[in-house]
């Protein structure tokens, strides 16, 4: 955890947890038997738009029938589909697996 608020200055302990534990109940990290968090799935079969789907504040469904009331949300839709095709690629990170 402390290399974790290390690597992220600003945020609080608290938040970092909430965070942690929302991935957990996606199943995306785990703690080990040492205490340490570690990824639960392969980066390279994961895309961005899992993670933001996780979270407490996922990027609207632009196909869930907001997007013909009216001018605004016709635009925002595409917006949102172009976000969602840059999200689908694959992190492709080969990062740490231990956090």
């Known amino acids: 955890m402390r290399n974790l ?13 909430e965070v942690l534990g929302t991935l957990e109940a996606a199943h995306m990290v ?5 205490g340490d968090w570690a990824l639960s799935r392969d980066l390279d079969r994961m895309a961005l738009r899992d993670i933001y789907r996780a979270s ?3 990027i609207p469904d632009p196909g869930a029938g907001w997007e013909m009331e009216d001018a605004w949300n016709r635009a925002l839709q595409q917006v949102l589909l172009n976000v969602n095709k840059s999200l689908d ?3 492709g990170c080969a990062s740490q697996k231990h956090v």
């Open 56 to 58: 407490a504040y996922p």
């Open 5 to 17: 608020l290390e690597c992220e200055p600003g945020m609080h302990e608290a938040n970092l947890q």
């Open 89 to 91: 690629a694959s992190t």
């Open 30 to 34: 785990h703690l080990t038997e040492r």
